[in-house]
C-alpha cells in the first residue's frame, strides 16, 4: 500500500498516561496534516508541516500536545497526561505541492484514541 | 477565520434518485472546495474539487456548483446507488498554505 499509513490504528489508554502517534506520508509530499475528528463531526486541524517546518498549530492544540517531522518525512503526534476529551480519530493527511495551487490531501486510515 | 455550514445533516433518498448537499463559507478570500466521501470506519477520500475559478464541475454522476457571490457550493450526485451510501464532507481552503475547514458532515443513506 503506498498511501498515507498510520500507526497504531487503535490505542485505549488511561487518563493521564502519555501517547504517541505515527504517520507515515506518501512518499516525496512535502506537506503534512494533523486533524482530529470526533463522531458526528468533521476533522478539525490541528497542525501541519512543510518538509520539517512546523508552520502552524490550532488552539485545538494545547500544551500537551506536540508533533514533530524531524527528517520531513513521518510525522509524530505526541499528547500527554491525555484527557478522556481527547477521545477522538487522530488523521494525517498529505499532499504534493510545487507551486501556488492547491492540490488533494490524502488522507491516512486514522489512529482511533480512547481515553478511559 | 474560515466558517463552513453544511445542510442537511443527513439525507435518505431511494436508489436512482439525486442527492444534494449544500454548503456555505464565510471567507471570501477562500478559492478551493474539496468534497470527501468517508465510509464508516474508513478514511476520507476526495470525489471532487472546484476552484474559484470555475462555477461548475462534473464527474460522471457527481458535480458541485460553486457560487462565490453568495459563498456557497453544492454537491449533486444523481442516479443514487446504495454504494452512495456514507458520510460526505465539504471542506474549503482556510489559509494559503492548503488548511482544510470541514463542514460537520451529512449522513447520505441511499435505500433500494
Known amino acids: 500500500d503506498t498511501g498515507v499509513s498510520q500507526d497504531p490504528r487503535h490505542k485505549i489508554t488511561k487518563r493521564g498516561q502519555n501517547v504517541t502517534f505515527r504517520c507515515d506520508p506518501i512518499?516525496?509530499?512535502?506537506?503534512l496534516y494533523w486533524y482530529r475528528q470526533t463522531l458526528g463531526q468533521g476533522p478539525e486541524f490541528l497542525t501541519y508541516?512543510?518538509?520539517?517546518?512546523?508552520?502552524?498549530k490550532s488552539r485545538l492544540l494545547s500544551d500537551r500536545f506536540s508533533a514533530e517531522r524531524p527528517k520531513g518525512s513521518f510525522s509524530t503526534l505526541e499528547i500527554q497526561r491525555t484527557e478522556q476529551g481527547d477521545s477522538a480519530m487522530y488523521l494525517c493527511?498529505?499532499?504534493?505541492?510545487?507551486?501556488?495551487?492547491?492540490?488533494?490531501?490524502?488522507f491516512g486510515p486514522g489512529t482511533r484514541l480512547t481515553v478511559t | 477565520g474560515e466558517n463552513v455550514e453544511q445542510h442537511p445533516s443527513t439525507l435518505s433518498v431511494q436508489e436512482g434518485d439525486s442527492a444534494v448537499i449544500k454548503c456555505t463559507y464565510s471567507?471570501?478570500?477562500?478559492?478551493?472546495f474539496p468534497w470527501y466521501k468517508q465510509e464508516l470506519g474508513k478514511r476520507p477520500q476526495l470525489i471532487i474539487d472546484?476552484?474559484?475559478?470555475?462555477g461548475e464541475k462534473k464527474d460522471q454522476r457527481i458535480a458541485v456548483t460553486l457560487n462565490k457571490t453568495a459563498k456557497h457550493f453544492s454537491l449533486h450526485i444523481t442516479e443514487t446507488q446504495p454504494e452512495d451510501s456514507a458520510v460526505y464532507f465539504c471542506?474549503?481552503?482556510?489559509?494559503?498554505?492548503?488548511?482544510?475547514?470541514f463542514g460537520a458532515g451529512t449522513q447520505v443513506v441511499v435505500t433500494p
Open positions: 471542506a474549503a481552503i482556510a489559509d494559503s498554505w492548503g488548511k482544510l475547514q
Open positions: 508541516f512543510q518538509n520539517e517546518a512546523q508552520l502552524e
Open positions: 471567507d471570501s478570500a477562500s478559492n478551493y
Open positions: 472546484i476552484r474559484s475559478n470555475v
Open positions: 493527511a498529505s499532499s504534493l505541492v510545487a507551486g501556488t495551487e492547491y492540490v488533494e490531501q490524502y
Open positions: 512518499s516525496e509530499h512535502n506537506r
